[in-house]
């Protein structure tokens, strides 16, 4: 079984389709009885283009799947909520789901990984430093914890307070690191 780390993040009715993707995510891959686990949710700001602020989370699941295929079903769950593929990169988003780890693979193709924006936005390196502070980046060796620790930015990001209904096998982080930006 692979150790799959998803980045979720929505600006377009962002409880909604945030308690939607995360849903779908665990219907989909409860199958596997093995429980999808949740980063806090975070509030940021758009990166890239004027828009609503972000909801953003980090998500963890096992799975048998390839990578290929996980980021394939991650893709028919945003278009499930109305993500248009054809619009530009940066760009309000209804719901959107990258696959930002698997295991400790490297590829370019037919998924990046590790995900680029990792070591880049806070949106998706503080809820990944709280969901595997121990686990290692597979390219810098370092583990997300210390990659967190000595993140500096300018981007505007805070945990909110939300809850999400109750799923069987949906598991929450319960580690907390502090916020550095």
Request: aromatic residues 10%; proline residues 7%; hydrophobic residues 40%.
């Amino acid at each position: 079984m692979a150790r799959v780390f998803l980045g979720i993040g929505s600006n377009r009715e962002r409880e909604y389709h945030i308690h939607a993707g995360v849903k779908a995510l665990h219907d989909f891959f409860a199958a596997e009885h093995k429980p999808l686990r949740v980063s806090r949710v975070f509030e940021s700001a758009a990166v890239g283009f004027d828009g609503k602020p972000f909801y953003n989370l980090v998500a963890e699941l096992s799975t048998s799947m390839s990578a290929a295929a996980v980021n394939q079903q991650c893709k028919v769950i945003e278009q499930r909520f109305g993500h248009q593929h054809s619009g530009p990169k940066f760009s309000p988003r209804t719901l959107d789901i990258d696959v930002l780890l698997y295991d400790q693979v490297i590829s370019r193709s037919p998924v990046q990984l590790p995900r680029d924006e990792i070591l880049s936005n806070a949106f998706v390196l503080w809820p990944l430093a709280e969901l595997a502070p121990t686990v290692q980046h597979p390219v810098t060796g370092k583990t997300f914890a210390e990659i967190w620790q000595n993140y500096r930015s300018a981007q505007q990001l805070e945990p909110i307070s939300f809850t999400f209904e109750a799923l069987p096998h949906l598991r929450h982080s319960h580690q907390h690191l502090p916020g550095t930006i």
